[in-house]
């Protein structure tokens, strides 16, 4: 069974402060993706891999960095984290080609104050 | 850029069909996919087009027509775990972060006994 897993389902941070979210999926997948879900909004693409250490942005990359130096571990940090920040977000993994569908972990619901 | 646009909500009746569309504008179309997502949830992947036509799963049903930027997604008897929200999504060559998806705000599908 295929499986993304996202270290922290609920975090709370301060304004300021470094967060890091990490994704793990053990499917093999060349493609990892980090979006945000927001009400009203939908789901917006932050940032995304196609290899290790290769990193692209997304529509919303701004406040955000990613890290991904093993195949299966794409990592998604704010730098400074601000309160427009408190969001869902969403890892997701698939396999190359057109028609991959991606794959999404439970979510990591962070609030920051 | 991508525009997607979907209903916001929609209530159908336990046993009833039920159609969810989606309109879409963008450059160098490469597929279309429906997600569902239940409240609190990662969201599932439902059905994939690239060809004009109607792709069948059960249930459900997806239609695509790409002259037209459309497509939509049929529930047959529908089931009171139907209950939703259901993602249109469009992969794009040079959008969505040139190989993400980008997505439709949902179709909150409310269902009714």
């Known amino acids: 069974d295929v499986k993304v897993t996202q270290s922290s389902r609920y975090l709370v941070k301060r304004t300021g402060e470094k967060v890091f979210l990490e994704c793990v999926q053990d499917m093999d997948h060349e493609n990892m993706f980090w979006y945000r879900q927001d009400p009203g909004l939908g789901l917006r693409l932050i940032y995304f891999?196609?290899?290790?250490?290769?990193?692209e942005k997304g529509d919303i990359p701004e406040g955000y960095s990613v890290s991904r130096e093993k195949k299966e571990r794409f990592s998604l940090i704010l730098e400074s984290a601000s309160t427009n920040q408190t969001s869902m977000y969403l890892c997701?993994?698939?396999?190359?080609?057109?028609?991959?569908?991606?794959?999404f972990g439970e979510g990591s619901r962070l609030t920051v104050l | 850029g991508q525009n997607i646009d979907q209903p916001t909500e929609m209530t159908a009746t336990e046993g009833a069909i039920v159609q969810i569309n989606c309109t879409y504008q963008?450059?160098?179309?490469?597929?279309l996919f429906w997600y569902q997502q239940h409240a609190g949830e990662a969201p599932t992947f439902l059905s994939y087009n690239v060809l004009d036509g109607l792709e069948e799963k059960g249930r459900f049903s997806s239609f695509l027509s790409r002259s037209k930027g459309y497509s939509y997604l049929l529930l047959k008897e529908l089931q009171m775990k139907d209950s939703a929200s259901y993602l249109c999504?469009?992969?794009?060559?040079?959008?969505?972060?040139?190989?993400?998806?980008?997505f439709g705000k949902g179709t909150h599908l409310i269902i009714q006994p």
């Open positions: 891999s196609y290899d290790v250490k290769m990193k």
């Open positions: 997701a993994s698939r396999t190359g080609g057109p028609a991959g569908e991606l794959f």
């Open positions: 963008t450059s160098g179309f490469n597929g």
């Open positions: 999504a469009v992969r794009a060559f040079s959008g969505g972060g040139a190989d993400g998806l980008t």
